[in-house]
């Protein structure tokens, strides 16, 4: 990893130690400063069609892994649909917030992953039939740790295995370009965000890595949100 990397990669991890530790989701009056729009989120049509719209009753039995899992709001939605979801994310507060917010939803807490931040921290190789993320890959404004990301994805997925992934779409003003490194911003989470200005670009990185079957929807913007439009994209390992 790149000395620049690294030091973006500190700032986000300070950024979002900081906001999960005031943040309280073990009821129904939550203090949320990570996901920012919880029940919006939470009540968002295009997530269950396009981010999980292919999911049926053969899933029951699967495994899926959810990137950035923040205080586990998409394991709480999404638990029912697979045998097991597990979590990772780059701040130990935001994967202790999940552990309160799963108990108090009754929901056994699965594997929690602390990653490094351009990684999915220690999951076991070809484990996972799902690897998932939404408003995150978004908030990773340097492209090589979102490389790595989508490399370390790839890695803990079984054969056939797939990644559903949400990000935002289209040009928009004061945000990176989507192969810029920008080692410098001084935020994250919406401070200072990627674009993808066009499909081609992740479908280069995701046949780069090794998947195949890139499939994608355009979708209007979601909560909570500044692009222009959002974007579900999904290949397959």
Not at 48 to 66: C, I, P
Not at 79 to 107: M, S, T, V, Y
Not at 179 to 190: G, I, K, Q, V
Request: charge should be negative; aromatic fraction near 12%.
């Amino acid at each position: 990893m790149s000395e620049g990397a690294s030091k973006y990669i500190d700032m986000q991890k300070r950024w979002y130690e900081g906001a999960a530790s005031v943040s309280k989701y073990q009821s129904d009056h939550k203090i949320d400063n990570v996901v920012g729009s919880y029940d919006e989120h939470n009540n968002w049509p295009d997530y269950d069609k396009y981010l999980m719209g292919f999911v049926d009753e053969s899933w029951k039995d699967k495994l899926a892994l959810d990137f950035a899992c923040g205080p586990g709001r998409n394991i709480v939605k999404y638990n029912h649909l697979f045998k097991r979801i597990d979590g990772a994310d780059i701040a130990q507060a935001n994967l202790n917030n999940a552990k309160a917010n799963l108990e108090f939803h009754g929901i056994e807490v699965p594997n929690l992953y602390l990653t490094s931040g351009s990684d999915v921290g220690p999951a076991p190789d070809n484990t996972y039939d799902l690897v998932f993320s939404t408003i995150a890959m978004q908030h990773i404004c340097v492209h090589e740790i979102r490389f790595g990301i989508l490399r370390n994805m790839y890695r803990v997925l079984r054969k056939l295995g797939r990644i559903s992934i949400q990000m935002g779409f289209g040009v928009s003003p004061g945000k990176a370009p989507y192969f810029e490194n920008n080692y410098d911003a001084l935020s994250t989470n919406s401070g200072c965000d990627t674009m993808v200005e066009n499909t081609d670009f992740i479908e280069s990185d995701l046949r780069q890595i090794g998947f195949s079957n890139f499939r994608y929807d355009i979708r209007p913007m979601g909560p909570g949100d500044s692009h222009p439009h959002w974007i579900f994209f999904s290949a397959v390992k």
